[in-house]
């Protein structure tokens, strides 16, 4: 599903600009209230470039010597993330993140569990990467959290395709020893290669016509593991993460069936087909939802392709106005016209670098309201990225922070700290302050600030929030002294 | 010293005899026509602004392979010819030289049936455009 062109104004509650997992997310949460929602998209980007696992916070004293840290809930990591690193969006929204719960919850509820937590009050799963190293995560694409290296003692298969280079079974097995000895989990990996690829030309096949050719005929991977598996059976067998290009469900159901072991899929590396495979059911789960998803691109009238007369998006009546969409070559290879947006409040989830979110021209700047991108405490006005940069890959790397500052609310700074519209909300990669790599807090931080947004932005439209906690409120629902002055402002 | 004398005069009698002779009398080329006889044979073209806009957009690929997930032609050819629509943007864009070797793909392919894949793509590579104008490119490297 590419979503459809655009065909017409649009007027609606609320308006999500972008289509990952924290526009996705939005989305559900203001249509859940009942709002009108529609998502614009321009293309895929990072949601489906992700390795399967939805990471919310790491443990922080997880490292590569002691790999499962010091074993801390999902949700104190993410408190000692927010406490040590103020400028996190975990930091601005540290008095919501007891809600964090309920944001996996909902995640999880509205992919038909797809999407799998182990919950925030626990600690978090461990994961093994195509490298044989565990990662800490708080959840993921259920058929990679059903390898959960915590949920298993005794051995467990490491398959790999023998003639495709996907993944060296060997080298995963030696690597995933080393990491379950310092992990000192009570396990012993060994390599399992199966003949499955044998064919003329297919150890140049890409993952995804790895996973087609499973879809095809899964049984024939069974039988090719059959003959594969050791006398002395593995408790888990851990597979190449090509198990479908849709839903890997059927798969690992015909496997388990045929051999009478447990599957999963290892965590994906690059081209990853669970990515692609996870933004394809959140587009599913829009359009069962009733969301229509729109293909094109969102900008201000005022900007640079509009018209520089006009003022920046702005708030009349009920409504925030201002900004425009056109086509994006849509899929059906119509150029549209461009139309008016109109709608009750705007979530921003735009994407990083990957996702045009922040863009580099001349300065840092936040394509579509010109939006101040920070990088730490400071406002970029040009610099030199290189400034912002660690040689060292390992080393922090504060150009990665680069995005939007947000209050309690989700809403997006300027730079004298005041609001553009207090219609407006940002959620998602677009804020500043996190470096998934660095920082680890992937998708879940997407989750958990896409949720938050989607319901603020179903409130700014006038719509009911029962038993939803705003900014100025305790997690009970009572209110606080700060809560009239916040909505007054 | 002779020799550096010899030189000396061998190189006045080049710029003050023979070349303006060469200029009012010889078949001079100049300019595209010179750069095609002296490079066309090796498949350079030149390029003009249009074609530097559209290698511009295709300099945008990120090397992500979404695009190759939705290549519906991917498997046509033989891998060896044809590795799914980013080798376009990542490869044979790159110089008019590495045409001839995408030859069998730019002649077999259609390039309408890339607009899934251009509509994913996270930096705008238009995927579609870009394959036809790849195959224009050819046919000029050809001529």
């Not at chain 1, 929204?93 to 999880?108: E, I, K, N, V, Y």
């Not at chain 1, 993460?241 to 994906?268: F, T």
């Not at chain 1, 989607?454 to 409120?473: H, N």
């Not at chain 2, 080798?87 to 864009?93: F, G, I, K």
């Amino acid at each position: 599903m590419i979503g459809v062109g655009v065909s017409k104004p649009i007027a609606v509650d609320v308006l999500v600009i972008g289509g990952g997992a924290a526009g996705a997310f939005a989305a559900l949460a203001a249509r859940e209230r009942g709002a009108t929602v529609a998502v614009v998209r321009r293309a895929w980007a990072a949601t489906a470039l992700s390795s399967g696992a939805a990471d919310v916070a790491p443990d922080p004293l997880s490292n590569a010597r002691t790999p499962l840290g010091g074993r801390m809930s999902v949700i104190e990591s993410a408190r000692h993330l927010a406490s040590r690193r103020p400028d996190h969006p975990y930091a601005a929204l540290q008095g919501r993140l007891a809600l964090l719960p309920a944001a996996l919850d909902f995640a999880s509820r509205q992919t038909g569990g797809r999407l799998s937590f182990a919950g925030a009050e626990r600690e978090n799963h461990a994961f093994l990467s195509p490298m044989g190293l565990p990662k800490l995560s708080a959840g993921g694409l259920d058929s990679i959290v059903a390898g959960d290296l915590l949920g298993v003692s005794g051995t467990i298969g490491a398959v790999g395709f023998d003639l495709h280079p996907i993944v060296d079974a060997r080298l995963l097995a030696a690597a995933a020893n080393e990491a379950a000895r310092r992990a000192g989990l009570p396990l012993r990996a060994v390599p399992i290669e199966c003949d499955f690829l044998r064919r003329s030309g297919d150890s140049l096949l890409r993952p995804h016509e790895i996973a087609a050719r499973i879809d095809d005929d899964p049984e024939r991977l069974v039988e090719s593991l059959r003959r594969a598996l050791p006398i002395d059976r593995p408790q888990r067998l851990l597979l190449p993460p090509v198990l479908s290009r849709r839903d890997p469900r059927p798969v690992l159901e015909a496997l388990e069936a045929g051999l009478g072991i447990p599957c999963a899929e290892l965590l994906a590396a690059g081209e990853s087909v669970p990515g692609v495979r996870l933004q394809q059911a959140l587009e599913a789960r829009l359009d069962e939802a009733g969301i229509e998803l729109i293909h094109g691109e969102v900008y201000a009238a005022s900007g640079a392709e509009g018209d520089a007369t006009e003022p920046r998006p702005h708030t009349v009546g009920d409504s925030m106005i201002g900004i425009r969409m056109r086509g994006a070559a849509p899929p059906n290879g119509v150029v549209a016209s461009d139309w008016p947006i109109e709608a009750g409040a705007v979530v921003l989830a735009t994407g990083k670098f990957i996702g045009g979110g922040i863009r580099r021209e001349g300065r840092l700047r936040e394509p579509i309201f010109d939006l101040p991108v920070w990088i730490g405490d400071q406002v970029d006005e040009g610099s030199w990225l290189g400034d912002r940069t660690a040689y060292e890959l390992r080393d922090p790397q504060p150009a990665l922070r680069a995005g939007l500052r947000i209050d309690e609310e989700l809403h997006p700074l300027l730079r004298d700290h005041r609001l553009l519209s207090p219609r407006l909300f940002a959620c998602g990669d677009v804020l500043a302050g996190n470096d998934p790599a660095e920082d680890g807090a992937g998708i879940g931080l997407a989750i958990f600030t896409g949720y938050l947004a989607g319901l603020e932005a179903a409130a700014a439209a006038g719509l009911s929030l029962a038993g939803f906690v705003t900014a100025g409120e305790s997690p009970s629902g009572e209110r606080t002294p700060d809560s009239d002055e916040a909505e007054g402002r | 010293m002779g020799y550096k004398l010899g030189g000396d005069l061998y190189l006045g009698y080049r710029a003050l005899v023979a070349q303006p002779l060469r200029w009012l009398f010889g078949r001079t080329l100049r300019g595209k026509q010179r750069f095609l006889d002296n490079y066309g044979p090796e498949g350079l073209v030149p390029t003009p602004e249009a074609d530097k806009l559209m290698l511009a957009s295709a300099g945008r690929c990120i090397s992500c392979g979404l695009c190759d997930q939705l290549d519906g032609q991917l498997g046509a050819l033989a891998r060896q010819a044809y590795d799914g629509v980013s080798l376009l943007p990542r490869q044979t864009a790159r110089s008019s030289v590495e045409l001839v070797h995408a030859r069998a793909a730019l002649d077999s392919l259609d390039p309408e049936r890339y607009r899934e894949a251009a509509a994913v793509c996270p930096t705008r590579v238009p995927l579609v455009e870009l394959a036809r104008w790849l195959r224009d490119r050819l046919d000029r490297a050809r001529s």
